[in-house]
């Protein structure tokens, strides 16, 4: 009888599992050390190993002959764990026994002494399932559960879980698998099996499961029954109808350069093709994802894999390619109310104006040069009349004393010509703080005694000669009349 590759390569032991190093070490020192905790919940992503491991740990504490907290896997109990008629392991799915009498059923059984090894071990999976009046009645029993008997319960969605649940369990997350584990795992399989098969085949199973190991080890069964003992890149693509990494890379080109037509008609020739759309969408998010960050990270290599694809996008302005991973991340939205190929569609039409913007470091450095010829304006404004410059800056007193005041204008001067008292010294510095090329010049006031205003000005006209009044009769023969 055919067995499939995902049950056939399930782990066995610890050491087989693969990317799930924390939840492993933490199992096995519990085992080694006998700690172990009477209730635990596995949390993570599908395909991650949750069940698989709940197995290998109910086989490591029912072993007979255990080493270093590891299953011989040779023993009666091992064996029997792992043909599924062990006794004293009950697994339960959540998803159809979620009521309040199934949980009662348990609770009833669970009084019971293990029949055949040290303990009995109740697996739940899918416990997210379990109604909240199920999960009432499993709580006393979850906190202290008989002697020997252990709780496991499974879950894709940890948020589900009860505060109430989780405070009584030893939680352990499961993380999805890095793609180069599944790849090894894979090569292993296909070792095994005689397959031959394309590293880049791999990695594109690899990347299709999204991190589960059960659906990449799947994939590689299906496709290899497919290519009749061949896995090739072309064989994945034509199996699961997805178009080539290198046709959604050129399509990624024709969007950031604003090809929409010839956007138009890959799209619409992909589709007419019946290729899977919705997967196309995901390996051109991936695409975009993987160039953000690489254009994002100082160290890149150590979130993906990069290729000379990702260098060739150097030029591109980040917020372009910003713009375009909104844009592509619209079409999910759009395609609840409307055709996935018309969602993509519109979406090809959005990405006209990506040719013309701007990278960031060119608007900011667009918008300083604007601000600083603004500036420059003011001041060749300013020059003209420097009066403008201090208004609202200073107080009206002071401002109303330079509106009377002479001043001239020169490159990197501004001149006030005032008189003694006008502007006090505090009030002087006030104002060159304002603007430092403004300078002052005190005007000496008249001498006591000498020509009063009207004078000046006749003697600037006329070139009379004239003597103040305090110098009559001071010549000879003085007699108080002009000589």
């Not at 209730?39 to 197995?55: D, E």
Request: hydrophobic residues 35%; charged residues 30%.
């Amino acid at each position: 009888m055919y067995i499939p590759f995902a049950r056939k390569y399930r782990p066995k032991t610890f050491s087989e599992v693969f990317g799930q190093d924390t939840p492993v070490r933490v199992l096995r020192n519990a085992v080694r050390l006998e700690k172990l905790s009477h209730a635990y919940l596995f949390a993570g992503p599908r395909g991650t190993g949750k069940t698989t491991v709940a197995r290998i740990l109910t086989k490591a504490i029912n072993c007979l002959q255990p080493k270093e907290g590891e299953p011989c896997g040779v023993c009666e109990n091992c064996l029997a764990i792992d043909r599924g008629y062990f006794p004293d392991l009950i697994e339960i799915d959540a998803a159809s026994n979620r009521g309040i009498d199934d949980i009662r059923s348990i609770r009833d059984a669970v009084s019971y002494a293990p029949l055949k090894g040290k303990y009995k071990v109740y697996i739940l999976d899918e416990a997210h399932m379990l109604t909240k009046e199920a999960f009432n009645a499993l709580l006393k029993t979850l906190e202290e559960p008989p002697p020997r008997t252990i709780f496991i319960l499974c879950t894709t969605e940890y948020e589900k879980i009860m505060p109430t649940i989780l405070s009584r369990c030893q939680r352990l997350v499961f993380s999805k698998i890095k793609e180069d584990h599944i790849v090894e795992n894979l090569k292993r399989i296909c070792q095994n099996e005689g397959l031959s098969c394309e590293e880049k085949a791999l990695y594109l199973l690899a990347k299709l499961s999204d991190g589960g190991m059960r659906d990449a080890v799947s994939l590689l069964d299906q496709t290899s029954t497919y290519g009749e003992g061949k896995v090739t890149v072309q064989l994945v693509q034509e199996f699961l109808g997805i178009v080539s990494q290198e046709r959604v890379r050129e399509f990624l080109l024709m969007l950031l350069n604003s090809q929409v037509d010839d956007a138009l008609k890959f799209i619409t020739e992909i589709s007419q093709k019946g290729y899977n759309l919705s997967r196309f969408l995901d390996l051109l998010e991936e695409e975009i994802r993987a160039t953000l960050l690489y254009r994002s990270l100082k160290e890149p290599e150590s979130v993906i894999r990069v290729e000379d694809f990702h260098r060739s996008l150097d030029k591109v302005p980040l917020n372009a390619l910003l713009y375009l991973e909104k844009v592509v991340n619209m079409v999910r939205l759009d395609a609840r109310s409307r055709d996935l190929l018309r969602a993509f569609e519109l979406a090809i039409i959005k990405t006209q104006i990506i040719k013309e913007i701007v990278p960031l470091t060119e608007l900011y450095k667009m918008g300083l040069s604007q601000k600083v010829s603004s500036a420059q304006e003011q001041r060749e404004e300013n020059r003209e009349d420097p009066i403008k410059l201090l208004e609202n800056k200073i107080e009206t007193l002071t401002l109303e004393a330079l509106k009377r005041s002479k001043y001239e204008v020169s490159e990197n001067r501004i001149i006030f010509y005032i008189k003694e008292g006008d502007i006090s010294p505090e009030d002087r510095n006030r104002i060159k703080a304002i603007d430092p090329r403004i300078e002052f010049v005190i005007e000496e006031s008249k001498e006591e005694g000498g020509l009063p205003p009207f004078a000046e000005k006749v003697k600037d006209i006329f070139g009379a000669k004239i003597i103040s009044h305090e110098k009559r009769g001071k010549g000879k023969g003085s007699s108080g009349k002009s000589s």
